[in-house]
């Protein structure tokens, strides 16, 4: 057998052992012992079962305890003050700044200018498309920044 099946098997007899016999024994004095073995004079027997019930339950915590001056609620409200908040309202403005950046591709193309071209055309319409797409994707990120600046300014505000 494996070391895992001696274990095994020690726990189980160990749970299953119903009793302990435990002497109670008396001297001549009067002077009383507890012992395992039996007793060599006056003495009585006494059977000791392990507890069926489970451990003592560990009792609630009396109260809260208190947060500090510079706990974690203070520390949030102060990042969302100093960092959050204005870090977010950057990145609106950067985005915003960015798009407007970008330029019309369709009108500097090179040596194929719009003018150049017949109408119609399909690199015209092409990078039509290209622009309003990119200033779909543009307000969509937009959107996005102003929703966690307003997710943010909600949480402050609740702190």
Do not use: H
């Not at 520390?75 to 403005?93: D, H, S, V």
């Not at 950067?94 to 193309?109: I, M, S």
């Amino acid at each position: 057998m494996n070391p895992i099946r001696y274990a095994v098997c020690a726990l189980a007899l160990g749970c299953l052992a119903p009793a302990w016999a435990i002497n109670k024994c008396t001297d001549a004095n009067g002077k009383v012992s507890f012992q395992d073995a039996l007793c060599a004079g006056e003495g009585e027997k006494i059977e000791v079962r392990p507890s069926t019930r489970g451990a003592t339950p560990v009792p609630p915590a009396t109260a809260p305890v208190a947060e500090g001056a510079f706990g974690p609620t203070w520390q949030r409200k102060n990042y969302l003050q100093t960092q959050g908040i204005p870090q977010a309202r950057t990145a609106i403005e950067r985005n915003q700044r960015d798009c407007t950046a970008q330029p019309n591709t369709a009108a500097t193309a090179g040596p194929l200018r719009r003018g150049n071209l017949p109408s119609g055309n399909q690199f015209v319409q092409e990078g039509a498309e290209k622009t309003a797409d990119d200033k779909a994707a543009c307000e969509a990120r937009t959107e996005s920044l102003r929703e966690q600046l307003r997710a943010l300014e909600r949480e402050f505000a609740d702190l």
